[in-house]
């Protein structure tokens, strides 16, 4: 039996990979199955429920229609248990049968700047697992928990493994190599990185299917649908896909049989979802809390949100994107009908957060490949002066729910709002910006856009209008 270890059993891996894996097993193929743990003592009760369940849950989806359809998911066929050596993840992860080592760690646990690099500045937690690393203790950061796991593999001698990143992050593949590079230059440990370089491959890869966290009533319709009552039961939307540069150094499954994309290149598929899907997401987020909503299908359906998220995809997003083999209007219209499915109740919490990481990621290219045009880029500024307002609020203790944001500085993020010209300072943030902060025709940009979001806000004072 060859294995999948997979980093991080949270909801999207459950939702997605796990399912591709599950569809390839019930057509006959089994020659492959996932053992997966957690690099930190998360989703304690989760977890439990899992090793309770032999790896089994329910997954539920919804169409855009209101459908839905449940499915018990059988692929993972080994729930490692958190302990703080991570002795059971390290001791599979150098087990010959494992032949792939993914990971889903969400796009702030990469530590990365606008330059590729490894942020040691910013982030503590980074600085601990390398000095923990050097200590001969095991790494809980993804870069610290894979230099564990293939220390442990160089001296078993159990041969190459690809490392699969299945992370919302441009390149993923090839920022996530870069910076456990990094990592091991750190560490001054010579031998694994020729050991890295010459037996891992880390193609980069697209993922892409709407998993809110799960609620109690997801598991309430569970059971009432099958009679089971699920623990680890979660929902997600019908919509899926996965793209996959065929770069394996190991051995893979035989996903393009269950609809997997096998490609050369994922660049055109990544970018049309990083900047038409993710950017947008963040922008009906950002809005929908302003205006005082819990949920995505809510600010979808407001006229004047909607409007913002189709002129920034619409204006900005798909010239910079062209030429595409992707029809970028329609898929622009799948996403917007996508968001507007109620049946998923999809938080603004859950997409709001992040944002110092999704700025320069996500939306900051757009603004850099217009300016490189000599276009404007009014539209695509809407985002980030939505997320300007947004902080404010967060500030000032009005944000409605826990904002949650591994790559900011909380400090420097009350002392752009303190500031007196709160959208300058924000606009020379070097984390959101990178070469781009402080230039003029940014802040000036910044500025209309920001005016604009403000005249949004003060109009929610009356009833939303909905479409």
Known sequence: MNVILHLGLGSFHRAHQAVYLHALRQRGDTGWAIAGGNLRPDMADTIAALQAQGGRYTLETVTPQGERSYTVIESIRQVIPYQPDLAPLIAQGADPATRIISFTVTEAGYYLDARNRLDWA????????????????????????LVSILRARRAAGAGPVTLLNCDNLRHNGERSRSGLLQFIDA????????????????P?????????????????????????????????????????EDDFIAGRPAWEAVGVEMVQSVQ???????????ATHSCIAWAGTLAGYQYIHEGTHD??????????????????LQPSP?????????????????????TNQRVAMDAF???????????????????????????????????????????????????????????????????????????????????????AALRTAFARVQAFVAGRASAPSLV
């Not at 992707?326 to 999809?346: H, K, M, S, T």
């Not at 709002?417 to 709160?422: E, L, N, R, S, V």
């Open 122 to 145: 910013t982030f503590a937690d980074l600085r601990a697992d390398l000095e923990a690393v050097k200590a001969a203790q095991a790494g809980h950061t993804v870069y610290g928990g």
């Open 187 to 202: 560490l001054g440990d010579a031998p694994l990185k020729d050991w890295v370089e010459r037996h891992t491959t880390s």
């Open 204 to 244: 980069n890869a697209m993922v892409d299917r709407i998993t809110p966290r799960p609620t109690p009533d997801v598991a309430e319709r569970v059971k009432a649908a099958t009679g089971w009552d699920d623990k680890a039961a979660l929902m997600g939307e019908s919509f899926i896909q996965w793209v996959i």
């Open 268 to 278: 055109a598929h990544e970018e049309a979802k990083i900047r038409l899907l993710n």
């Open 303 to 320: 006229a004047a949100i909607r409007q913002m998220a189709y002129d920034y995809a619409t204006d900005d997003a798909i010239p910079v």
């Open 326 to 346: 992707i029809d970028l209007e329609r898929y622009r219209d799948v996403v917007l009908e996508r968001f507007g499915n109620p049946a998923i109740a999809d």
């Open 357 to 443: 990481s999704k700025i320069p990621g996500m939306i900051a290219p757009t603004i850099r490949d217009q300016l490189a045009r000599n276009a404007p880029f009014d539209s695509v500024a809407m985002l980030p002066a939505l997320f300007l307002a947004y902080l404010q609020r967060w500030h000032a203790g009005q944000i409605p729910y826990t904002y949650q944001d591994q790559a900011m500085d909380a400090a420097a993020a009350h002392a752009i709002c303190d500031a007196a010209d709160p959208v300058a300072a924000y606009a020379a943030d070097p984390t959101l910006w990178g070469e781009m902060a402080g230039q003029p025709q940014l802040v």
